[in-house]
């Protein structure tokens, strides 16, 4: 009705002569609902016809009224007495009824406009609501099917529309219809609603489907857990490594104090046995209460020469009670009798 009144105020606007107008050009609906067209003149007229493509659908005679061919295509009069104007009905569209709607009166021109038809089909979010623990990603997937032309497939997260850019869409044909395919990626920060909506130019409200992304809190306990199992097992084998290691180096210790007492042992053996060889050998020079012990044949003395054949002792003179004292230092001489050696000895008197 309101399309009626635009059009009677755009005729009385531009001055319409003889010539119909026919409003509006294009007109897109969905299956099932109805398409209407305007014809208005401000000429009189006695025959109209409208026609689908080339089919005669109906004709109005201004004495025998409505001659209806189809009960699907209808007309109301809305004329006023300084403009003729008819409203053309088509109920019940599909598909096929898609093309031109021509009307003519009388050997007026013919006045054609365009009429498409479309279809909605169904839309879905695959599965339910989908859990994730906080930071993870979560893949969802919408599916628009039973759709002519292809549909329009748009993202809605928490209000927010989401970017074309942010989710992959593909389309495919099948019996004349277009199935569509949509694939979102959602990380997990905050629960949130997810809404996939489909639509066509003919719909004035998307249809839609929604689920909800849970996201849960990371779970510390089982974090700590997993922290404390692996933390008691290394501590477990460093301790072993610990007892192995401190065994280890007793024993080392203890073999090397075992080599080196024994090394020890074999040192004093080997010195005992040099020490009994030289032993029983007399210094005759030594003197015990004021005796010299005797010189035996071939024997080494404490000057290095060898005495034989003889028996002579002697005695070192008392110096220190003398008169041979001269500067602190005295001399003792003794000829050994027999062979011509002088034994000289020094004393320093303190």
């Not at 208005?40 to 006695?46: A, K, P, V």
């Not at 038809?117 to 623990?133: D, H, L, M, W, Y």
Request: aromatic share 8%; with cysteine.
């Amino acid at each position: 009705m309101a399309s009626v009144f635009f059009t009677l105020l755009l005729l009385y606007a531009t001055g319409v002569s003889g010539v119909p107008q026919l409003e509006p050009l294009n007109v897109t609906v969905l299956r099932g609902s109805e398409a209407r067209f305007n014809i208005s003149l401000s000429e009189e007229w006695y025959s109209m016809s409208w026609m689908l493509k080339t089919v005669l659908v109906l004709t109005i005679n201004s004495v025998t009224g409505v001659s209806e061919h189809n009960h699907r295509f209808s007309v109301k009069n809305y004329s006023s007495p300084d403009i003729y104007c008819w409203e053309f009905i088509i109920r019940d569209v599909w598909r096929g009824d898609s093309g031109d709607v021509s009307c003519g009166v009388q050997e007026k021109p013919i006045q054609t406009a365009q009429l498409f038809v479309q279809e909605s089909g169904t839309v879905r979010i695959v599965g339910g609501n989908i859990t994730v623990a906080q930071g993870h990603e979560a893949i969802f997937r919408c599916e628009a099917s039973g759709w002519f032309p292809k549909p329009t497939v748009i993202w809605v997260v928490d209000g927010v529309v989401v970017d074309q850019n942010s989710y992959n869409s593909s389309s495919e044909a099948l019996d004349g219809l277009y199935n569509s395919i949509s694939l979102l990626t959602v990380r997990g920060v905050n629960s949130v609603q997810v809404k996939c909506l489909a639509s066509v130019s003919a719909l004035t409200t998307p249809l839609s489907s929604s689920i909800y992304l849970v996201v849960e809190p990371h779970d510390w306990t089982v974090l700590i857990a997993v922290v404390c199992s692996i933390g008691g097992f290394a501590l477990l084998v460093l301790l072993i490594l610990g007892i192995v290691f401190c065994c280890k180096r007793r024993k080392e210790a203890k073999s090397s104090y075992q080599k080196e007492m024994g090394r020890t042992r074999s040192q004093i053996q080997m010195s005992g046995g040099a020490v009994g060889q030289r032993q029983g050998k007399d210094n005759p020079a030594y003197v015990i209460d004021g005796k010299t012990t005797g010189v035996t044949h071939s024997e080494f003395n404490d000057s290095g020469y060898i005495q034989t054949n003889y028996t002579k002792h002697f005695e070192i003179p008392d110096l220190v009670n003398g008169n041979q004292v001269a500067n602190g230092h005295a001399s003792a001489y003794n000829i050994l009798g027999g062979t011509g050696v002088r034994k000289h000895r020094h004393v320093t008197i303190v």
